[in-house]
T-cell receptor, first 115, second 112 residues
């Protein structure tokens, strides 16, 4: 079984709808991240969480919110979806080993289309 | 100037060739560096970390040049299976900080 899972894998929705993307991990990592990927722009950080009580905005958090329900679960919500939120969304986890080299493990991604 | 810059490619090379990519970063205080591999429509996966002294993993060699603020990835004896996008990732902060800056990727096509 995959260590980092995302649901749904694909979603088409309409402008103005609320949508939630879910991420679960079995790696036991405290740190979890949400990114979006757009052609030509690379991965950009939306939100990150270092533990259940620690939630932080990334570089492009406007229009998004998150919930860390447990160490293993981190959900991303679009309160009122708009077409420019059409993108590939990745959840990632990482451990923290006390040094600067901490590998990130990504989920398979959610392809979201907002019409 | 972008924080992390890569040539988008594509680099089209024949099987067996040697190919090298560079990636420049703007923050001279950056602490750690990585190369990730991403196959089409798949998630990124760590290929290798890049250490100050340079490091090698089989056919792959990564180097860091702090003076000129770039990292490089060398692939020897290219295989068809090496076709992918290679993402340069930089952590600009001190140990423990969250921020990973991703380049837009360099696309490699290995041709039969």
């Amino acid at each position: 079984d995959a260590d980092v899972t995302q649901t749904p894998r694909n979603r088409i929705t309409k402008t103005g709808k609320r949508i939630m993307l879910e991420c679960s991990q079995t790696k036991g990592h405290d740190r979890m991240y949400w990114y979006r990927q757009d052609p030509g722009l690379g991965l950009r950080l939306i939100y990150y969480s270092f533990d259940v009580k620690d939630i932080n905005k990334g570089e492009i958090s406007d229009g998004y919110s998150v919930s860390r329900q447990a160490q293993a679960k981190f959900s991303l919500s679009l309160e009122s979806a708009i077409p420019n939120q059409t993108a590939l969304y990745f959840c990632a986890t990482s451990d923290f080993n006390g040094g600067p080299y901490n590998e990130q493990f990504f989920g398979p991604g959610t392809r979201l289309t907002v019409l | 100037r972008k924080e992390v810059e890569q040539d988008p490619g594509p680099f089209n090379v024949p099987e067996g060739a040697t190919v090298a990519f560079n990636c420049t970063y703007s923050n001279s205080a950056s602490q750690s560096f990585f190369w990730y591999r991403q196959d089409c429509r798949k998630e990124p996966k760590l290929l290798m970390s890049v250490y100050s002294s340079g490091n090698e993993d089989g056919r792959f060699t990564a180097q860091l040049n702090r003076a000129s603020q770039y990292i490089s990835l060398l692939i020897r004896d290219s295989k068809l299976s090496d076709s992918a996008t290679y993402l340069c990732v930089v952590n600009p902060g001190a140990s423990g900080t969250y921020k990973y800056i991703f380049g837009t990727g360099t696309r490699l096509k290995v041709l039969a």
